[in-house]
């Protein structure tokens, strides 16, 4: 499972039709792009599809903007019909935004996260008058004692937690990959990404704590931080795994992920992992961002770690691969290849992470649950659930299964039993000597680099840190190719892919800075817009109102109550919220994933 923390300013995401296939989604795609063609900017504001949060102090500095212009919901408004990128707004949003700029005021600004916009996953516990709902209706209404410690950090540094992303249900850890799809759940739709239609958004597939960022990331344009697994918090936080989840951010540009890490980063109590960094202080991260960075640094290729997932749709993103190893090579950095991994059986971590992650969602889930203060549906373990899910008739079984947790309930061994340990010992015995730590020290080197669709398997198990920054996108003759469902598009023209930098753990510094070099020198996010960006900018926030928000309060309201109306069926015409956020916000935000 992965958390993230998104900045909500630029990137928009996707989600809530239930169309049968891309073919029928493209009419309706064609129509809302012809309405909302990109328009350019004006001075002197930045657009919103570009802006960074360095440039929004700027003109918070100077009296340009203020926190309570920024947290607008224009530009969700605009896409929500393709996109549906937010599951639910903050209906204290606004007020917080005025109480910030209050502060700012008076002399009192709390960091560079003073007055940005938030969005954090439905499986991060907020309290405050936002669900969350691990994308299920079992947990609507369900309330905590205490929030998640991350969120808590957002706010005292002066973040507005804007509201809520939409993500797979339950971290992808419900159905066979045939029975649904990336980003579905019962309480937010059907995530979308931005770059074609009908686009898979990616996401965990195995309910792993770094596919939910990474991948994602990758196929949304932007930078995903899939930190050490004990760097941040994971208190309050609906979980998979204790020994795989993790919580971190996801974001236009590297400078602004690092900020975001800077602020979920330290030790917390409640979570005993984070005990164990070495550090009496968080580093500041953004110090880390040194367009230098590759100059006389070791990288490592394992050619073996890549090879295993071959198929021929990836032949493009293999040649932008080569590529970039030209470009780091070119800017002084040593690139060794052919570091393999001693042992390397996809299939045997496969076996042995089912066990594990099925053993730690039954025991963790149980103990999330005891802590609700409210609990409608008194669900309080995962037969509960999956007795809900079965008799609700939102949550779509059988048409979407619950083959997962069947398998869990049958185990009949926990995550304390033997079995359980013994596979967990396994993993991390491929995943550090015989893996990434092996190659790392053998042949001294300071990072690993591989393309991200083939990064992230062995630094799950471990826990080690990883970086995703923008790489590429599929070229125009791509053939388009279905997910197993046969709902969405996995592999199509302009759909993105990203290169990763794995390291050591605590190595974020390192990472963070051969990411930031990285995407200096090659900006390859902006070489390609999504095919859906909305049209709002700032020049626009003082003759556009809010708006009120709906009698559900949260939820925010439908792109049908503010465009023309597509041609629509029964299905797409019922009233959907805005969701997503496994993906990129184009405007202007931030995610916590």
């Known amino acids: 499972m992965y958390l993230v923390v998104s900045l909500l300013l630029g ?137 998640a410690t991350v969120v808590t950090k957002l706010r005292d540094a002066g973040a507005i937690v804007l509201g809520k992303a939409t993500m797979g249900e339950w971290a992808q850890c419900r159905s066979r990959k045939a029975s649904s799809s990336h980003g579905w759940s019962a309480y ?104 230098s960075a590759f100059k006389n640094t070791r990288l490592g290729v394992p050619r073996n770690g890549i090879d295993y997932y071959l198929e021929d749709y990836h032949k493009p993103i293999m040649a932008a691969f080569e590529d970039a190893l030209q470009i780091i090579s070119g800017a002084g950095a040593s690139v060794v290849d052919k570091t393999n991994f001693a042992v390397f059986d996809p299939p045997a971590f496969d076996r042995n992470s089912s066990i594990v992650l099925d053993t730690d969602f039954v025991a963790g889930l149980a103990d999330y649950l005891a802590q609700l203060t409210k609990n409608p549906n008194n669900v309080r373990n995962l037969d509960d659930i999956t007795r809900y899910t079965k008799s609700d008739p939102r949550e779509e079984y059988p048409h979407r299964d619950t083959y997962v947790w069947d398998r869990e309930l049958t185990r009949n061994i926990t995550n304390e039993s033997p079995e359980s340990w013994a596979a967990y010992q396994s993993n991390l015995l491929m995943a550090e000597e015989q893996g990434v730590l092996g190659v790392l020290d053998r042949y001294k080197l300071d990072a690993l680099v591989m393309p991200t669709f083939a990064s992230f398997h062995l630094p799950a198990i471990a826990g080690l840190p990883i970086v995703t920054v923008p790489l590429g996108f599929f070229p125009a003759e791509t053939k388009s190719t279905m997910n197993l469902k046969g709902t969405l598009v996995s592999v199509g023209p302009g759909i993105p892919f990203g290169i990763a930098f794995i390291g050591r753990r605590w190595s974020e510094e390192t990472l963070i800075s051969l990411a930031y070099a990285f995407e200096q020198r090659t900006q390859s996010r902006r070489k390609r817009k999504p095919l859906v960006s909305p049209t709002f900018e700032l020049e626009n926030r003082m003759y556009q109102s809010i708006g009120a928000p709906n009698a559900h309060a949260t939820r925010y309201p439908s792109v049908k109550e503010s465009v023309p109306k597509p041609t629509t069926n029964a299905i797409r015409s019922r009233y959907t919220k805005v969701q997503g956020w496994t993906w990129s916000f184009y405007g202007y935000f931030s995610s916590l994933f």
């Not at 309570?68 to 919901?73: C, Q, R, V």
């Not at 990404?193 to 196929?219: K, N, T």
């Not at 932007?222 to 204790?242: A, E, F, N, Q, Y």
């Open 11 to 147: 990137l928009l995401y996707v989600s809530s039709f239930h169309p049968s296939s891309a073919a029928e989604y493209q009419p309706q795609f064609e129509l809302l792009t012809k309405q909302h063609a990109i328009k350019p900017h004006e001075p002197p504001f930045p657009s919103l599809d570009e802006i960074t949060i360095d440039q929004i102090h700027r003109l918070f500095d100077d009296g340009s903007l203020t926190s309570e212009h920024l947290a607008y919901l224009n530009r969700a408004r605009e896409v929500n019909e393709i996109l549906h990128a937010v599951g639910e707004i903050n209906p204290d949003a606004l007020a917080i935004a005025r109480s910030l700029d209050a502060e700012r005021a008076a002399g009192d600004v709390r960091g560079p996260l003073h007055g940005v916009p938030i969005l954090v996953k439905d499986n991060i516990a907020t309290q405050d008058r936002m669900n969350t709902t691990s994308g299920s209706y079992a947990l609507l209404g369900a309330t905590v004692a205490r929030e």
């Open 188 to 291: 937010g739709g059907q995530v979308l990404g931005a770059y074609y239609p009908q686009q898979d958004p990616s996401g965990s597939s195995s309910g792993s704590a770094v596919a939910v960022i990474v991948l994602p990331g990758e196929r949304s344009n932007i930078v995903g931080i899939k930190p050490t697994l004990g760097l941040t918090s994971r208190s309050m936080v609906i979980p998979i795994s204790l020994r795989q989840d993790t919580v971190g951010p996801m974001a236009r540009t590297v400078k602004d992920a690092a900020y975001i890490l800077s602020a979920l980063a330290g030790k917390d109590n409640y979570d005993n992992w984070t005990l164990a960094q070495p550090f009496r202080e968080t580093p500041n991260y953004v110090k880390s961002c040194k367009a």
